[in-house]
């Protein structure tokens, strides 16, 4: 069973405002991930960690931004929401090259 | 470039045949290769994995089958089940990757039908 946690499952907020999405494991893995994803649609890398005060862009570009203080913490924050951000945002971790990658359960976002 | 390739975007099947899915791979060094399948409104789910060092791994109704020289493999359910309707991810690392994240594929949906 999969131990990563994020919150809010859902959130509604208006144009402009600042939020952060909440991701945290519990396996002490070093390597922690933020995905993004439209209904149907491919998985966007947006930013990745190796461990503690190390962080790194995706494929993605995004306006996001992220920080990697604790290890089992993998917070994103966008300074000013649009409804452009509208989409899901999945955390996940890893232990290593021949593991399996463990997902949260995802944060919809809607920006109206 | 796309390292992971999932070609088909969709795929019908009726209950209890067998589902096929299929990818393809390009980068030479990837040696481990996973399935992650996903509902809807939640995070993805590993389903299964396989190492190069093999040619098959199974477990229960899902069997995941690598072909090296083709540089492809497929995800075999069978039989199929209504909950198995679900979009399906192949990823895919290589052990001299570091810290490089997997690449997924786009994604295969699956839907299966009673």
């Known amino acids: 069973e999969a131990d990563i946690y994020q919150t809010p499952r859902y959130l509604v907020i208006g144009t402009g405002k600042k939020i952060t999405l909440e991701c945290s494991q519990t396996?002490?893995?070093?390597?922690m991930y933020w995905y993004q994803q439209d209904p149907g649609m491919e998985l966007h890398l947006i930013h990745y960690?190796?461990?503690?005060?190390?962080?790194e862009k995706g494929d993605l570009s995004s306006e996001s931004t992220v920080s990697r203080i604790r290890t089992e913490h993998f917070p994103l924050t966008l300074e000013s929401a649009r409804p452009s951000h509208t989409s899901q945002y999945l955390c996940?971790?890893?232990?290593?090259?021949?593991?399996?990658?463990?997902f949260g359960p995802g944060t919809r976002l809607t920006v109206l | 470039d796309q390292q992971v390739k999932q070609n088909s975007p969709s795929l019908s099947v009726q209950e209890g045949r067998i589902s096929i899915l299929n990818c393809d791979y390009t980068?030479?060094?990837?040696?481990?290769f996973l399935w992650y399948k996903k509902y809807p409104a939640e995070g993805p789910t590993f389903l299964i994995s396989?190492?190069?060092?093999?040619d098959k791994n199974e477990d229960g109704r899902f069997t995941v089958f690598l072909n090296k020289s083709a540089k492809h493999l497929s995800l075999h359910i069978v039989p199929s089940q209504p909950g198995d309707s679900a979009v399906y991810f192949c990823?895919?690392?290589?052990?001299?990757?570091?810290?490089?994240?997997?690449?997924f594929g786009k994604g295969t949906r699956l839907s299966v039908i009673a």
């Open positions: 996940a971790s890893r232990s290593g090259t021949y593991n399996e990658q463990f």
């Open positions: 396996m002490g893995h070093d390597k």
């Open positions: 960690s190796y461990g503690v005060n190390s962080t």
């Open positions: 980068n030479s060094m990837f040696d481990y």
């Open positions: 396989i190492s190069s060092i093999k």
């Open positions: 990823a895919a690392s290589a052990k001299n990757s570091g810290n490089t994240p997997l690449v």
